[in-house]
């Protein structure tokens, strides 16, 4: 049983403006001057309150807390007003529905909320491809193991036969401490360097690179 978990922010869809436009609006609304935009990308795909403790390192516990809840409040405000586009990337549908037809179990690992996931593979169609869908709402965030351990428990997988894919230090890191192939994608938040110097055993620069690397697990 081959299983490929995906990330979702950076990997799947494009996120980046949604993220950017949440994060600066909850830290307006704490009274603080929001993260410049670099600094918000390269957090991405960590569980919010983790997320908030490294943009804002000097504030207290209660104030990461708080500014997870204004976060949440502020996406979901966009939501309600139509605001929130999360595209996905080019090709991924495509692959997605290659892969399930091949007989690959598809599972997501993400730094996003439970309501976040649902709502976003919904509106691109693809809930019901994904077997086991771990979200920062019942897990440690990334690099800790936990989500990959129970996407592998869902699905029946083969550990030697599965592979994390990721935009991020955080999910190489996760998948390695898995002990599963990593795989890095350069269309999303952090440098094909950093992915390789992060332990990937290789980094796609295209949907098709992708696919061969899969194409690696027999």
């Avoid at 690959?104 to 690992?109: D, E, I, N, P, S």
């Avoid at 709402?137 to 599965?162: F, L, N, V, Y």
Wanted: proline share 3%; with cysteine.
């Amino acid at each position: 049983m081959r299983l490929a978990i995906f990330d979702c922010d950076g990997t799947l869809v494009d996120s980046q403006a949604d993220i950017c436009a949440a994060m600066d609006a909850a830290f307006k609304a704490a009274g603080l001057i929001p993260p410049e935009r670099q600094l918000t990308r390269r957090v991405v795909g960590l569980s919010l309150h983790e997320a908030m403790r490294q943009l804002h390192p000097q504030g207290e516990h209660h104030e990461h807390a708080s500014l997870t809840e204004l976060y949440k409040d502020a996406f979901r405000a966009r939501r309600a007003a139509g605001s929130v586009a999360e595209p996905l990337y080019e090709g991924i549908a495509t692959l997605i529905e290659e892969l399930a037809g091949q007989g690959w179990q598809l599972a997501v690992a993400t730094g996003k909320s439970d309501r976040g996931l649902a709502h976003c593979l919904a509106a691109h169609g693809l809930t019901g491809h994904f077997v086991s869908l771990q979200t920062a709402d019942r897990h440690p965030s990334k690099p800790d193991p936990s989500m990959i351990e129970q996407c592998i428990a869902d699905a029946g997988a083969d550990r030697a036969r599965t592979a994390m894919i990721g935009d991020t230090v955080y999910d190489i890191h996760m998948g390695v401490n898995a002990g599963v192939r990593a795989f890095g994608v350069d269309w999303g938040y952090h440098e094909t360097e950093e992915l390789l110097e992060a332990g990937a055993e290789a980094v796609a620069t295209s949907i098709d690179d992708l696919r061969a690397l899969l194409g690696r697990i027999a």
